[in-house]
C-alpha cells in the first residue's frame, strides 16, 4: 500500500489566526472563484514533499529521523510574504513564503537527506518551503493584488512532522503519521 506524504513544520495558533485574516481579505481578488482556500486548521509550512510513499518506507523514515533530528535546534522562522507561486505545470498556490534562514535550510537538507536515504525520489532543487493559503490551476483569471501582503510573522520551528494527505470532500485532509520534537531553544 502506498500513501501520499510530506515533511512539515506546524504553525503555531497565533500565527495561523493572522494567516487566516491574510487569506480572508485576498478574496477579493478571486472574483472567479477559482482558488480552493485551505482550511486554516490545515496550515502547515511543508519542508518536502515525497508524494506516493510505501508504508515499509514510512517506518523507515520515522527511523532515520529520530537518528538523524535528535540533536537539531528549534529555531524562528519568519514568514515574509504572501505571493504567487507556480508549483506545476497544471498547479499555482497563494502561499505565505518565509524569510532566508539558515536553519531552515540546514533543516530542509536534512529532511531531503532522509528521503534520499529511504530510497524516495524528492526534487527539492526549485521546492521553496511553503504555506498554502489557496490553491488553483495555472491557467486561470486571478486578478493579483498590485502588492502582495507583507507578513512579518513568526513561529517557533519546534517539531517535524511527517503527514499523510488524502482527498477530503472540502480539500486535502492531513494527518500525522510521525512527529519529532526538536531541541529546546532555550
Known sequence: MRIRTFFALRLHDSVVRQLADHADGLCEYDRKLEVD?????????????????ALDQVELLEQ???????????????LEKVNYYEISKK????????????????LQKSVASMVKEAGIKSDLA??????????????????????????????????????QSKPGEHGSVYTPLFEIDLQDLA
Do not use: M
Open 64 to 78: 532515520l529521523a529520530k537518528q538523524q533530528l535528535k540533536d537539531e535546534l528549534s529555531f524562528q522562522v519568519c
Open 91 to 106: 498547479l499555482s498556490l497563494i502561499a505565505a513564503l518565509p524569510s532566508e534562514n539558515t536553519a531552515l535550510r540546514s
Open 37 to 53: 482556500w485551505v482550511d486554516s486548521d490545515q496550515y502547515h509550512l511543508t519542508l518536502c514533499f515525497l508524494g506516493d510513499t
Open 126 to 163: 526549485d521546492f521553496k518551503p511553503h504555506i498554502t493559503l489557496g490553491k488553483l490551476p495555472n491557467k486561470n483569471k486571478l486578478k493579483h493584488p498590485k502588492q502582495w501582503p507583507e507578513l512579518n510573522l513568526y513561529s517557533l520551528a519546534d517539531s517535524v512532522v511527517l503527514l
